[in-house]
Structures are given as structure tokens and as C-alpha cells.
């Protein structure tokens, strides 16, 4: 079954920089990382999970919510099943868990990964 494992999550300051990877493995059924959109979502307890940035398949469309926009920046590279989210000039309402997602639409599959916590705090 398809595994994702982040990394790169932990305590940083306001104006600070971190870079989540998530990496992707146990593809068995004929379609691969390269054939799936890849996104980051980040929840807050109590609030409805959010959708951070989207990246089409070969890496050439992006797009991110308003409220990071020019801070973050997402990035694929299908050589190693790996996605990446480069967070800079952190703000304490980053503060969430972050998760990585892989989705196709036909046939319709949604893999998520396991989620890693970023604190944004002074």
C-alpha cells in the first residue's frame, strides 16, 4: 500500500523558515508517483482542515491559498517520490499540523500522510 512519511516539522520563530518533505513509497498497483496531484493541507484542533498548495503532476502548476502566498512554495521531484513545502517568514497563524496528500481522480484515490506539527511561536 502507498506509505507517505514527512519530516521537517518542529519549533521555529515568527519571521523564521522551515522546509517539510514527504516521501512517497509502495506503489504496487501500475500508477506512480508521477501520475498523482500532491498537496499540503494544515489543520488546526477545532477547525476545518485547510488546503496550503497544489501541485499538477509534472510540477509546472501551483497554486496556494491566500494567506501564504509569496511565503510558501511547493515542489515536486518524481525522480525521488518526494514532495516538498518551503515555509518562510513564519507567522504564529501557521501554527498547525501539516499534512501531504496524494490524489487521482479516475480512478478516484486519496492517500494521506501521517502529519507533522509545526509551532510557530516567539
Known amino acids: 500500500q502507498v506509505q507517505l512519511v514527512e519530516s521537517g516539522g518542529g519549533l521555529v520563530q515568527p519571521g523564521g523558515s522551515l522546509r517539510l518533505s514527504c516521501v512517497a513509497s509502495g506503489f504496487t498497483s501500475g500508477f506512480t508517483f508521477s501520475g498523482y496531484v500532491l498537496s499540503w493541507h494544515r489543520q488546526v484542533p477545532g477547525k476545518e482542515r485547510e488546503l496550503v498548495a497544489v501541485?499538477?503532476?509534472?510540477?509546472?502548476?501551483?497554486n496556494y491559498a491566500d494567506s501564504v502566498k509569496g511565503r510558501f512554495t511547493i515542489s515536486r521531484d518524481n525522480t525521488k517520490n518526494t514532495m516538498y513545502l518551503e515555509m518562510n517568514r513564519l507567522r504564529p497563524e501557521d501554527t498547525a499540523v501539516y499534512l501531504c496528500?496524494?490524489?487521482?481522480?479516475?480512478?478516484?484515490?486519496?492517500?494521506w500522510g501521517q502529519g507533522t506539527q509545526v509551532t510557530v511561536s516567539s
Open positions: 496528500s496524494l490524489r487521482s481522480i479516475v480512478p478516484y484515490r486519496n492517500y
Open positions: 501541485i499538477g503532476t509534472a510540477g509546472g502548476s501551483t
